[in-house]
């Protein structure tokens, strides 16, 4: 039978494991994102959104800068779907139907992420507006592709997209590496699988093989 003072000492040592985990979160994470984007699981994931957190969510640095930074790395992919929605161009159906799935995928991760971020008490911030961060899809990435021939549009938004997608996995990787909330690495995994499931469909379309562009 385990006594108060061994159930107390684990205790102890819980809590100092806990510690050095969240000192060495900032470490871990730049370890994660230097790991090769082109490794992706090939396993599908649902677009659905899980319910909100019903307690205070603890988010650690970790947790709060990957999530700030893929919210708008969503909201740029979200923009470039929606321009290659209004054109003519970007008409094949196969294409269409595979930029409607990763338009809702997108839309229910983002719900998330500003579901935890709120249980977490953390303000929403665009720390990264005007850099050229690795697959975001800027506002000059945008007025690049408008002025590009229609024929060449879809394949260089495929390659824009896949950029995005790939750099994702490697967020998402660094994320569970040394990410201090579970609920924060659970939707780490479950994006990075959804990733994978959209980079297979991506490579099925023109453009969509081969190394991502370099920003």
Known sequence: ???????AGRAGRAGRIVGV???L???ALAV???????????TAAPASVAPAPT?????????????QLLLPMNDGALALIDDLDARPSAGDPALRAVLGDIRAAHRAESVELRRLLAA??????????????PGMVTDVAL????????AEVPTRAVGLLRAHLAQTVVLCRGEQTAGGSPEVRTLAGRIQEARAAELNALARQPG???????D
């Open 1 to 7: 039978m385990t006594s108060r003072a061994e159930w």
């Open 21 to 23: 985990v969240v000192t």
């Open 25 to 27: 979160a900032a470490t």
């Open 32 to 42: 994660g994102l230097t790991r090769d984007a082109g490794r992706v699981d090939r």
């Open 55 to 67: 307690s205070p969510v603890l988010l650690n640095g970790t947790d709060d800068a990957f999530i």
């Open 120 to 133: 977490g008490n953390r303000p929403e911030q665009n720390i990264h507006a005007g850099h050229q961060m």
């Open 143 to 150: 007025a690049e592709l408008r002025a590009a021939p229609a």
């Open 208 to 214: 969509g093989t081969g190394a991502p562009p370099a």
